[in-house]
């Protein structure tokens, strides 16, 4: 499974979302049906894709709204207007049927210059041809003509293709005067798979939470200031509904836990993931506000209205909020939102709430001091699932930089924080044989770049001193991906009492010495092509050593009353010896 599987797996699960009544445009993959349709379904979600990402539009009719391709669209396949930013994007965009097309090949200049942009937006119903543009572009034309102070949007082009060799002036001329950007196949895999993998696709600026005042004897909240050495902080505790949490988790995901030392813990701290579920789904009444430890949450700022004209509610007003604390609780809310999402939310949430305390950051002009700031109040809090010492790592710009080489070279998704591919995993966009845990890497690393002892090491992830750009010379971290693939072979086969011990990573280390092929797309098949007939080579290589390293005195066994040879070989000293190479480069070649 590679960049461009990981993506079908996406476009096709966003078919597989599409309600009955657009059954027509986004057919359900079968073995009857036209290769074709169901490519241009693809096609379509590869927009919503887009969608989905840059606006943070969960739902799919809320993004088919935008879609204009087809008949006389006028080059426009889909738009957006965001009020936020005072933008409007059209989209034009050329999904490729396979790998190799979607890396190579580029949209024409000729199919870009099909877009009429001006004539759209100066309210021409025809084009040259005196075709009618289809009923979403004259959508498209209302919208805009309904904005109020339309003087002070700007207008943005979105090519989702390949295009390379063209300058940014000459593609402003092309697209009528327009600011323009390109997504190629790279950015599609940045700025598109991997956030979605990852839950990471829509960031949270302004935040809004309903209160509820009716059981609040002194108020909505409590609130003081804290003067630290890294600047002031104002510290608001209050109780909010535990619904408004599930919801905010359920729209922002990862990209919510930016500074929180772990993503979702799908795959592990289960106990406290079941206890919070049951809490919520087995009572009728607030036992959870008393069980629950409650959440953490910066903001950059934070007000509170008590007067909103509703009886007994108030509103929170967070900007730019991260949970550092109470992922856990956040995550398995949120679950429980979505797989009721169609029932009836409030009567599982009615009257549960969660204790909330906002740390506002009110001196937070010096980007360092706040980050530390941050750590520090995130290692101090985050006690209801243990950190351990390798989270306080995963937000290092070291720990980002190799994740993202690991992604975009070779195809891999390196886990430098806890659970953070779970939301991946859980909409089956991967699989988890893609995923490489973050100690495992560096066990690689050191097995193929360094020694087996050091593979045999604990905790290398703390001991590691090479740069991202030494990692990359002379092949070392491909060679790491590569014994990765070794050992995930060696994992899944059916040998009794696997172990994996010094004479296991020595195997990982010969083999990739005699294999790793020239190309990284032939990785996986030379592992597989490989590996039967060298394992079956390595263990005589190894039953030979020990024949030649001299046989100890013989022990009686009384079960088959014969002698029982007793090999006494020191492999660790021999894998570590100059001698190695050589036995092994001759053994084999």
């Known amino acids: 499974m590679d960049k461009y599987q990981i993506l079908i797996n996406i476009l096709d699960q966003i078919i597989k979302s599409a309600p009955v009544e657009y059954s027509k445009k986004y057919p359900q993959k079968s073995e009857n049906l036209d290769i074709e349709k169901f490519n241009q379904a693809r096609a379509r979600s590869y927009i919503h894709l887009y969608l ?12 088919e709204h935008f879609i204009s391709d087809g008949s006389y669209d006028g080059g426009i396949d889909a738009y957006y207007i965001d009020d936020i930013t005072k933008t409007v994007f059209l989209i034009q965009s050329k999904f490729r049927n396979n790998d190799s097309n979607i890396e190579n090949k580029e949209i024409s ?15 021409e119903t025809q084009d040259e041809n005196g075709n009618e543009y289809n009923g979403k572009v004259k959508q498209l034309q209302r919208e805009i003509s309904k904005i109020e102070n339309i003087g002070r949007y700007s207008y943005q082009v979105i090519i989702l293709a390949n295009l390379n060799n063209i300058g940014r002036k000459d593609l402003t001329k092309i697209t009528g005067g327009y ?3 390109i997504i190629n196949h790279q950015n599609c895999y940045n700025e598109l798979v991997f956030p979605v993998i990852t839950g990471t696709f829509y960031k949270a600026s302004d935040l809004s939470i309903n209160i509820d005042l009716s059981n609040k004897n002194a108020g909505s909240k409590i609130s003081y200031t804290v003067q630290t050495k890294k600047g002031d902080s104002e510290i608001t505790v209050l109780f909010i509904p535990t619904l408004e949490l599930a919801r905010i988790m359920y729209n922002y995901k990862n990209s919510i836990l930016k500074y929180n030392p772990r993503s979702y813990l799908g795959h592990e701290g289960k106990n406290v993931n079941n206890s919070i579920r049951e809490t919520i789904l087995d009572n009728n009444t607030n036992e959870f506000a008393l069980f629950n430890n409650g959440v953490t949450m910066l ?4 007000y509170i209205n008590e007067k909103i004209g509703q009886k007994n509610k108030a509103q929170l007003i967070v900007k730019n909020p991260q949970i550092i604390n109470g992922g856990q609780t956040s995550f398995t809310l949120s679950k429980i939102y979505e797989e009721n999402i169609n029932e009836n939310l409030e009567d599982i949430f009615q ?4 204790l909330l305390k906002v740390i506002t950051l009110l001196d937070n002009n010096n980007h360092q001091d706040k980050v530390e700031l941050i750590n520090s109040i995130s290692n101090a809090t985050n006690q209801q699932t243990p950190v351990i010492n390798a989270d306080k790592l995963a937000n ?10 690991i992604f975009e070279v070779f195809g891999y998704l390196y886990e430098r924080k806890r659970g953070e591919f779970s939301d991946g995993i859980y909409n089956n966009y991967i699989n988890e044989n893609k995923i490489i845990e973050r100690n495992l890497l560096f066990k690689m690393y050191n097995c193929v770049n360094s020694s087996i002892n050091k593979a045999r090491q604990k905790k290398l992830i703390f001991s590691h001193n090479d740069s991202i750009q030494e990692m990359q010379k002379d092949r070392k971290l491909e060679k790491s991906i590569f014994a990765f693939l070794i050992f995930r072979k060696i994992s899944r086969s059916k040998i009794p009492n696997l172990k994996f011990d010094h004479i296991t990573y020595a195997k990982i280390k010969v083999m990739t010495e005699l294999y790793l092929p020239e ?39 009384s079960k088959t009353g014969y002698f029982k040879d007793k090999f006494k070989v020191n492999y660790l000293a021999w894998f570590n010896s100059s001698n190695f190479e050589n036995d092994y480069i001759e053994y084999f070649t």
């Not at 200049?109 to 309210?123: A, S, T």
């Not at 903001?299 to 934070?302: A, K, L, N, P, V």
């Open 396 to 405: 290092d710009q070291f720990q980002i930089d190799l994740q993202n080489i």
């Open 299 to 302: 903001s950059d700022e934070t």
């Open 519 to 557: 190309k990284i797309n032939d990785f996986e098949e030379v592992v597989n092509k490989n590996y039967e007939n060298f394992s079956f080579k390595w263990d005589k290589f190894i039953y030979e050593y020990k024949i030649k390293s001299g046989i100890e005195k013989g022990v009686y066994d």
């Open 109 to 123: 200049l000729e199919e870009i210059l099909k877009m009429d942009i001006n004539e759209i937006l100066d309210g």
């Open 52 to 63: 989905l990402v840059n606006f943070g539009i969960l739902d799919f009719k809320e993004r």
């Open 179 to 181: 600011n323009t950007k």
């Open 351 to 354: 009257g549960k709430e969660v």
